[in-house]
């Protein structure tokens, strides 16, 4: 699912004491990010892997960033990190071993990807309507592909992740300044 409207705190500073434990760190502003363009990424390097980016107050909603210096590259899915698969494995999948699959990147078993991505550079970044394709400086790429049969399957209904026939990934990849997202 493409999570679509966004806040991000930008207003006035709320005090740690009044703000919960979960708060936000500011007032929260409307934010209504641009679609990333290659150019914007490109040559940029990776400071930092968060899978778990988004929040509506109770929770996450696991949205898949990479720190580029003082911005975040977001992927704005729900549990996008679930979507993505790199060099044969996905990114993040916690019912891999009920579902046979090879261990992720990251998992409770550790991470393996922020080792791997780190310090390097984005060598190109492709985001089409459906799929994604982010390559390094190393060739090592992170990929959302086309077909559903190589995502996840719901645990509800048993059947592969896909997106909805009004759904764009192109307008769900952005920049944002910062890793506090609210949805």
Not at 74 to 103: C, K, T
Request: net charge neutral; aromatic share 10%; glycine share 10%.
């Amino acid at each position: 699912m493409i999570l679509k409207k966004f806040e991000i705190p930008a207003g006035r500073p709320i005090p740690e004491d009044q703000r919960g434990y979960f708060g936000p760190s500011a007032e929260l502003v409307r934010f209504k990010p641009a679609p990333v363009q290659a150019t914007d990424v490109v040559g940029r390097r990776i400071d930092e892997v968060c899978s778990n980016l988004g929040s509506y107050g109770m929770g996450g909603a696991g949205m898949f960033g990479l720190r580029l210096d003082a911005q975040w590259l977001v992927f704005a899915l729900w549990s996008a990190a679930d979507w993505m698969i790199a060099d044969g494995r996905r990114v993040e999948d916690a019912h891999y071993l009920r579902n046979g699959a090879p261990q992720p990147w990251r998992s409770d078993l550790g991470d393996e990807l922020s080792a791997r991505v780190l310090g390097r550079a984005i060598a190109s970044l492709e985001v089409r309507r459906r799929a994604m394709d982010l390559s390094l400086d190393d060739g090592f790429a992170i990929r959302i592909d086309e077909d559903p049969a190589t995502r996840p399957l719901w645990e509800g209904n048993r059947k592969p992740r896909k997106f909805g026939w009004r759904d764009d990934l192109r307008r769900a990849v952005f920049l944002c300044p910062t890793d506090q997202i609210w949805i």
